[in-house]
């Protein structure tokens, strides 16, 4: 039985949103369907063929010679690289009516092209990211498992996931805390065998001080808390290591090492998976009801309306939410 096309929501349309997703398409239009919740018009103007559906099953029809659109239009004129804030409300309902899709078992999974924080919160919007609104969204869908949001961002052999996600660097030592460290360790166990096929998912774990605290003379983070959180997740079943100076987990030997790296804020994560490959990382939610990716990059405003925009990671973010849905749906 052939799966549910998979579903990306335009995101920012003032961004370089609508310009990798018509690449995109342009590139894949040969593979599997996936459609689009956005402004179709918008679309049509990157130089594609469009096709606005009804609903998600009629994509596989036209995906071969245009791309498939739940139309959905922006209120207010778009100018590329100028958000203007009196769209912010249709990107957010892009984003819920993509997810009510999945949930609904219409589409297999969502694919976020970029969205620009702060139009948004200029809107009102009240959550970080994606992410969180996202595990809103899904909050009262049934999960088995350990409920997420986990953001895990991924480049060729490397998956990189975040314990804290969008905070001041100096808020992170009090909110590395033994209980968030288990969360996340449970909830990417459990997405490695989920949505990996990883049967015995091998976990490792970041330090947050120079060379992992060098016995308590660089902070006690680590034997204070990470240890022993590391120890009650062994003591569960979870393969994990003890917290690992964070300089020397990422090299080529070893990220042979393990399957996915717990580390403990934004740029200790994103840093070794942008610097290993900008171009083809995707950022995957983790620990949500639905499958969820996106690339790793932004609304690239500066260069949004010139053509120049590389589709790469959203190419990337679509395969692995079709990675992700297949795993899913073979359990
Ligand atoms: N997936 C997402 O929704 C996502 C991810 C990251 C940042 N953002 C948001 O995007 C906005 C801009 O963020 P930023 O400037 O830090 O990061 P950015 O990724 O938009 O831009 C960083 C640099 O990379 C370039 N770049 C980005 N994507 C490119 C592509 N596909 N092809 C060619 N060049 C590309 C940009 O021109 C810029 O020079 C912010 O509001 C941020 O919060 C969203
Ligand atoms: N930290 C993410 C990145 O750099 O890729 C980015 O802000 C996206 O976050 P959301 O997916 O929560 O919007």
Not at 173 to 190: I, L, N, Q, S, Y
Not at 248 to 267: G, K, P, Q, S, V
Not at 301 to 326: H, N, Q, T, W, Y
Request: net charge negative.
């Amino acid at each position: 039985m052939s799966r549910a096309p998979l579903v990306l929501s335009l995101g920012e349309p003032a961004g370089i949103g609508p310009e990798v997703v018509a690449k995109a398409w342009t590139a894949l239009r040969s593979e599997a369907p996936f459609f689009v919740v956005g402004d179709a018009w918008l679309l049509a103007a990157q130089g594609i063929a469009v096709s606005e559906i009804d609903h998600p099953s009629e994509a596989a029809t036209s995906f071969g010679r245009a791309l498939p659109v739940l139309h959905h239009p922006a209120p207010a004129p778009v100018t590329a690289g100028t958000p203007d804030v009196r769209n912010a409300g249709v990107v957010a309902d892009w984003i819920e009516k993509s997810v009510a899709l999945c949930l609904s078992g219409d589409a297999s999974g969502l694919v976020t092209a970029p969205i620009a924080k702060a139009p948004l919160y200029a809107a009102g919007f009240r959550f970080p990211g994606h992410t969180e609104f996202i595990a809103e969204l899904t909050a009262d869908a049934p999960l088995d498992g350990t409920r997420g949001p986990v953001m895990m961002l991924t480049a060729r052999d490397l998956r990189a996931c975040l314990v804290t996600i969008h905070l001041p660097l100096d808020q992170v030592p009090e909110m590395v805390t033994a209980e968030r460290v288990k969360r996340t360790a449970r909830v990417v166990h459990e997405a490695m065998r989920r949505d990996f096929g990883i049967a015995r998912p091998r976990l490792a774990m970041a330090a947050l001080n120079p060379h992992a605290g060098e016995n308590g003379a660089l902070g006690l983070q680590e034997i204070e808390v990470l240890r022993p959180a590391a120890e009650a997740l062994r003591a569960e079943g979870i393969a994990i290591t003890d917290p690992l100076p964070a300089d020397t987990m990422f090299h080529d030997e070893a990220r042979a090492t393990y399957d996915a790296a717990i580390c403990l804020y934004h740029d200790q994560a994103l840093i070794p998976v942008k610097t290993l490959d900008f171009w083809g990382g995707v950022n995957a939610t983790l620990g949500l009801p639905i499958v969820r990716t996106s690339p790793d990059h932004g609304t690239g405003f500066e260069i949004a309306g010139k053509g120049v925009a590389r589709p790469d990671s959203l190419i990337a973010a679509i395969c692995l939410a079709s990675e992700m849905a297949a795993a899913r749906a073979s359990r």
